[in-house]
C-alpha cells in the first residue's frame, strides 16, 4: 500500500491536479485526474469508490466513496472543478502549492480542492466497523459553470444521509440559505426598413422600451412582495445587464435584445418567477404577437434554505462557535438537498479569495476545519 498523504502533501497534489471549467472552451478541462486521485485515497482508506461519467459535459466526472453500510450517515461534499485563472495576476504558479506568510497559495487552495484535503486527514484511521452509520465523500464536476455534477447526481439518489456538510469556503461558519439565480434573454422581432418611411417597419428599440418600462415595474413589485431579513439585499433581484439592438442612426432597429438577471428568495422557485415575468410581458406579447420572446441563457441555479429549528445546524454552530448565516453566492447545497438530508455549508477558507489572484487558505484554518470534521464524523457515524 501507498504511504497516503499528509496534509499538505495532499493539497499540493489536488492543486498540482488542473480541473478548471469554463463554458470557453480554451479553458475547460476534464476532471479524471483529480478524480482519479481521491479515488485511489479513499479505496486505501477502505471506501467504496463509484466513479461516474457525467453526461452532456466535457469528459468530467463525479466520485462518491462510502464508508460503512446502513442508512443515513454523513455526507461531505465539495466540487472538484475550479474556475479559471488570470496568469498575469498571480505572483506564483498557480497550479503549484506556494507555502508563504502562514498561507498556502494555489488554484483551489479555498475554492475548494482544499477541503478534500481535510476530509482524507479526517478519515485516515477510521474502518468501517467503528461506523453505525456510513460516511459519504462526494466529489463533482462543473460546479463553476454549470452544476452539472451536481444535477446528475441527485437525479440517481444513491442514497439518503441523515445530515450533509458542503465544504466551500465560509471561513467556518454554518450557512443555511442562499438566493437562487436564473438569467434570460428578451428578445424582440421587428422589421427593418428605411428611418425614412417608419410606417414600412417595426422599431424593435421601441418596443424593447416598454417592455423595460415594465421590468421596472415587475423589479418595485418584487422588492414590495418579498422580503427576507436574513439577506443583506432583503429582496428578489431583477437586473438589466446587456442590451444590444440596431445598426445604424438611419434604419429601423429591426432586433433588440436585452440579457437580465433575477435573484430569488429561498421559497420561491424558479416557475413563479418565470411566471411573474411571463404575466408582466403578456399585455406587450398580446399588442405585438410573435415579436417578444425570452429563453434561459444558463441553466437556473434554485435558492437554498435549511429550515430551522435543526439538531444538525446548532450542532454546527457549536463547533464552529459562529452563527449560522445567509450568504449572497449560489452552491450546489439545494440539490444536495435533494436527496433529503439537513444540509449545511460550511468550509475552510474565506469566499473573499475565491475567483481571486493568488487565492489561498490561511494555516489558521487547519486544525479547527480538522477538529470539526472530526467531531461531526464522530457525532454522525461513530458507534458510542
Ligand atoms: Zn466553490
New binding site residues.
Partial sequence: MNQLPGFTDALKQLIASPSISSTQTRWDQGNLAIIQLLATWFEQLGFSVDIQKVPQTRDKYNLLAKLGSGEGGLLLAG?SDTVPFDENRWHSDPHKILNKDDRFYGLGTC??KGFFAFVLQACKGLTAKQLKKPLYILATAD??TTMAGARFFIKKQLMKPDVAIIG??TNLVPVIMHKGHMSHRISIQGKSGHSSKPSLGVNAIEIMHLVIGKLLVLKEQLAKDFVNKSFDVTAPTLNLGAIKGGDNANRICGHCELDIDMRSLPGMTDAHLINLLAETLKPLAEKFPHRISFDELHPSSPSFEQKQPSEFVSFAEELSGHQCCAVNYA?EAPYIQQLGCQTIVMGPGSIDQ?HQPNEYLAHSEIQKTEAILLKMIQHYCLKA
Fill in positions: 466540487h475554492d475548494m460546479e463553476e466551500e469556503p452552491t475565491a
